[in-house]
């Protein structure tokens, strides 16, 4: 059985960065101002920007009081797909089922493969959660801040997206993962029938 996601986050573009924090430490984000030189960029998507150009696969950034996490999964379709795994974990992946083509059973595989073992994953480093709320937003997202406020309306083990108004889809997702101190891993799963092509998850386990 084909295994649904929770959420989808969408951006403007083919390329989506995502911050992952404590939904209850939202705040607005202060942003990018133009700037003589570069060092001179000020904000949250500069802080971003500056830490994934340094050629790391993520970033910490600050989020209110408490921090983060920024990464760019695989920059082609715009979009993540949002599961919760059988042990509560939950996977972030891109490119979504959507955008595959090819053999059904094939691609299905890969999803199977990607959704049911982290084994080989990569670990990045913990994520505290203290009030088990997990947001997860698209670096351009202009009311970040909502986060904050849906987080308190999120019932156990359930998930709420939301957006700014601009564009189609969502652009962020608040999900309940339980109070806590949380793992995040990165895997990338090359399709067995074109080395060029892979899925990208990364996971957040308890």
């Not at 995502?18 to 949250?44: C, M, N, S, Y």
Request: hydrophobic content about 45%; glycine content about 10%; cysteine-free.
């Amino acid at each position: 059985m084909t295994r649904e996601p929770i959420g989808t986050i969408a951006s403007l573009n083919a390329s989506l960065t995502l911050v992952v924090f404590d939904a209850r430490a939202a705040t607005e984000w202060i942003p990018t101002k133009p700037a003589a030189t570069k060092a001179q960029f000020t904000g949250h998507p500069a802080e971003v920007m500056r830490g994934l150009g340094k050629g790391e696969e993520t970033t910490t950034v600050d989020v209110g009081a408490d921090s983060g996490y920024a990464f760019e999964l695989e920059g082609k379709s715009g979009q993540i797909e949002v599961y919760r795994l059988d042990d509560d974990s939950v996977a972030l992946v891109a490119p979504p089922r959507a955008w595959w083509q090819g053999d059904v059973a094939a691609i299905e595989s890969l999803f199977a493969d990607a959704l049911e073992t982290m084994d080989d994953a990569t670990e990045v480093g913990p994520l505290e959660l203290p009030s088990g709320k997990l947001a997860a937003v698209y670096l351009w997202l202009k009311k970040v801040g909502a986060a904050r406020d849906l987080a308190a309306t999120v019932s156990a083990g359930a998930s709420l997206a939301f957006g700014d108004g601009y564009g189609e889809g969502n652009g962020g997702l608040v999900v309940d993962v339980g109070t806590g101190t949380h793992t995040l891993l990165r895997r990338e799963i090359e399709a067995p029938w074109d080395r060029s092509l892979s899925l990208v998850v990364m996971y957040l386990r308890r």
